[in-house]
């Protein structure tokens, strides 16, 4: 048995943002969470650092290399 403490319920919250269909139970959405966390823990899942690595980069090109200039010359100072 647990006590809902704000941060509980915060966390439970963030986690009916993330899985919606399960938004009218909060015993399911608890389990998600232990279940994510699990993952974490374990390796499984992957960490915030893995995912930002992992992404790194990706955009590499999308713009030419002087956007910033252009889109900064566009505004008066």
Request: proline share 4%; glycine share 12%.
């Amino acid at each position: 048995m647990l006590t809902e403490t704000d941060e509980l319920a915060a966390a439970l919250n963030d986690a009916a943002v993330a899985w919606p269909e399960l938004r009218g139970d909060r015993g399911a959405l608890l389990r998600k969470l232990v279940e994510a966390g699990r993952n974490s823990v374990r390796g499984g899942g992957k960490g915030v650092r893995a995912l930002l690595t992992e992404a790194s980069g990706a955009a590499t090109g999308a713009y030419p290399r002087n956007a910033r200039a252009e889109l900064l010359a566009e505004w008066p100072e």
